[in-house]
């Protein structure tokens, strides 16, 4: 269910002069007010769909990446991202391939593990802090692409 949360407009370099503040739906995950939007990459590719939406937490800073990297899955267990105590909870993996990658928190990632990331989808990490691995069931290489801010 959403929860209406008023936001302070802070006006910042490409706002319109206006510090009016407005209300924004957001659900509510593990305590945080997320405001789920359609965001894309460079090229114009949205980085979520209305089956796999991205949400953002309000006022969470994404000026820092440390980590923006294409990782190529195989179809056995694939380190994607090393434990990180300092992980944004905005950081998230996008498949970029025709093929589920299965995404595991918990050690070795198998194709019965139940995180899955359908072909375009996101998995924003949110408050995880460990390591995360991932694997596909289909043939050769597949692609996930990582951002860790």
Request: hydrophobic fraction near 35%; proline fraction near 3%; charge should be negative.
């Amino acid at each position: 269910m959403a929860d209406n949360v008023t936001v302070t407009n802070s006006k910042t370099s490409f706002e319109a002069n206006t510090n009016t503040d407005y209300t924004t739906a957001t659900k509510e995950i593990g305590g945080a007010h997320y405001q789920k939007q359609i965001q894309t990459d460079e090229s114009g590719v949205a980085l979520g769909t209305e089956a796999n939406p991205v949400y953002v937490q309000q006022g969470a800073s994404v000026s820092a990446i440390t980590t923006e990297a294409i990782i190529a899955v195989g179809t056995s267990s694939t380190s994607v991202l090393g434990a990180n105590a300092d992980r944004n909870p905005t950081s998230w993996v996008r498949n970029i391939s025709d093929t589920d990658i299965y995404v595991s928190l918990s050690g070795t990632a198998t194709t019965s593990k139940p995180t899955v990331v359908r072909p375009d989808g996101v998995f924003v990490l949110g408050v995880y802090k460990g390591a995360v691995s991932a694997i596909h069931g289909g043939s050769g290489s597949k692609s996930l692409e990582v951002v860790e801010l």
